[in-house]
């Protein structure tokens, strides 16, 4: 096609979008439009334009079936911040970080964080001018980052013995989250997992310093646990390092994954030594976007000093208009929540935060005397740690005192829940303690005591519902050769009612039962 043709083409459907937009210039609603009459374009950008009022509808609409993010209690990350920090958001959306000479503001600000975070965890250097870390999209780069320098400083010092540096490993417990397996996987770095068991959800130091040979780059310990919240025994690792590499001359170091409890533990257990207190520390993690208190797509990595960022894994660039030194895995990112995060270390301050976090910890108390108060759950979280519940279905008793298993899991009334708008995520624990299935209550600042009133109503309701119809009538139930009774029943998912006296309290139990699936 020549120029010209294609010339005439594109004139042509831009006269036709144009005559188009004018025969619905009249039609004022949405839903009157003929775009609300046609399939919104799903595998190919579409030919002609759209007004930006239906467009915005469309799109709005769609979003519909999501879930409320405030009723998203398996979600650490920050859902609500004050009108005024989203203002100064949106007004940097268009900023892009990483143009320093440009936006010179944005740096200093991020330096500052990083400043005010090294502090926070009593790094040895300190302040604007010695602080060493940067801001990241998340711990998971965070995780990347401090993972890199603690294989690269290894590599260094076993180059200098004269010793192959193929072989680095990684120690870490199995209820790491996955971003720790993607960093081993994807730096070719071998785990070296500290396994769980039914009594113990955490890393045990014993046990971890058992792992440690001359090609470990370094020990994972965790401030917050994922699956149950726990704090594990950062200062008690710190010790039994020290001691094995006096002994066996490593330089074996800790990296803190504080991605919840780096915003949590030095404001509500100050004396709690896990961070740079402690001397084998060499880098923590933390999200902002999480009890930092900033919205989604922001973390941080502190590293102890200089010594423990290799120059290697720092990069120079001088095409944006002045030299600029960058330490993360990607590029351009906008500036808002770098700046948000400033907002919220000046808005709140220690003292701020202090208050904030205190108040979560007896939310997530009267959470854990609710569902206690019940009698139909084990709490499997801990006191000192993270501002969550982590809760398992007990067994039933039956008329003669005897224990019996449910017919219903976590999984089943984590889908009851979900019928009241609650995402109270079921799981079952990690390898080696898989037979455990619980759920997790997260307590963010949004949760406030009369929603978890409300919570508890709906978790009792819930089991109720279950436990009244969830039951097994067993001459409906087909046992084939080799499969117990129980094992039968939960797979043809069988309805029935539970006993003679339960229906005559309850006569309308049956009427709106469903008989397959999850009610």
């Known amino acids: 096609m020549s120029e010209k043709a294609r010339t005439a083409e594109a004139q042509n459907q831009i006269a036709t979008t144009e005559r188009e937009s004018k025969d619905d210039a009249w039609v004022e609603s949405a839903f009157a439009s003929r775009y609300n009459a046609q399939p919104t374009p799903k595998d190919r950008i579409p030919d002609g334009s759209m007004p930006s009022s239906i467009v915005y509808q469309l799109i709005k609409d769609m979003r519909q079936l999501d879930c409320n993010p405030r009723l998203n209690l398996a979600s650490f990350v920050t859902t609500w911040m ?52 940067t801001s990241t999209l998340g711990s998971s780069e965070a995780i990347m980052l401090a993972g890199l320098a603690m294989k690269k400083r290894w590599q260094a010092r076993m180059e200098a013995q004269g010793k192959p540096t193929n072989k680095p490993n990684l120690i870490m417990g199995y209820n790491v989250q996955v971003c720790w397996e993607k960093f081993t996987r994807y730096f070719d770095v071998e785990e070296k997992f500290v396994h769980l068991t ?87 993690n933390t999200s902002g976007h999480k009890y930092g208190l900033v919205y989604p797509g922001l973390g941080w990595v502190i590293w102890r000093s200089k010594e423990y960022l290799p120059e290697s894994i720092v990069f120079h660039v001088n095409y944006l208009g002045s030299d600029q030194a960058s330490v993360t895995l990607n590029f351009s990112r906008g500036a808002g929540m770098i700046i948000a995060q400033y907002y919220q270390f000046l808005r709140l301050g220690k003292q701020g935060y202090t208050k904030i976090m205190l108040n979560l910890g007896q939310v997530a108390r009267r959470l854990q005397k609710g569902i206690e108060n019940t009698g139909h759950f084990k709490i499997l979280s801990k006191d000192n740690a993270l501002p969550l519940v982590a809760f398992s279905l007990t067994k039933t008793v039956d008329k003669n005192g005897k224990e019996e298993a449910r017919q219903y899991t976590e999984f089943d009334l984590a889908d009851k829940l979900r ?22 209550a997260v307590i963010r600042e949004d949760m406030s005591m009369s929603m978890v009133d409300e919570l508890i109503k ?22 084939p050769e080799g499969k117990s009774l129980v094992d039968a029943a939960k797979e043809h998912r069988v309805h029935v009612k539970k006993n003679e006296h339960h229906d005559a309290r309850h006569p309308n139990k049956h009427r709106h039962r469903k008989h397959d699936g999850v009610c």
């Open 82 to 133: 004050e009108p005024e920090v989203e203002k100064l958001i949106v007004e940097s959306m268009n900023v892009n970080y990483v143009d320093a000479e440009q936006y010179p503001s944005s740096t200093e600000i991020q330096n500052r964080c990083v400043a005010m975070l090294a502090e926070l965890y009593h790094a040895p250097s300190s302040g604007l001018e010695d602080s060493v870390g």
């Open 198 to 284: 039914n009594d113990c959800f955490v890393l045990t130091p014993e046990k971890a310093i058992e792992l440690v040979d001359e090609n470990t780059i370094g020990i994972c310990g965790i401030l917050g646990s994922t699956y149950t919240g726990e704090y594990e025994d950062i200062e008690k690792l710190d010790e039994l390092v020290e001691k094995l590499n006096k002994e066996k001359g490593y330089d074996v170091k800790i990296h803190v994954d504080a991605a919840s409890g780096g915003f949590v533990a030095p404001f509500v257990e100050p004396d709690l030594k896990w961070d740079f207190r402690l001397k084998n520390v060499c880098s923590i």
């Open 419 to 440: 019928q009241r708008g609650w995402v109270l995520p079921a799981y079952t624990m990690a390898p080696d303690a898989r037979e455990t299935k619980l759920l997790r």
């Open 458 to 479: 709906d978790i009792t309701r819930s089991v109720e519902y279950l436990d009244s119809h969830f039951t097994i009538n067993i001459n409906d139930v087909h046992k």
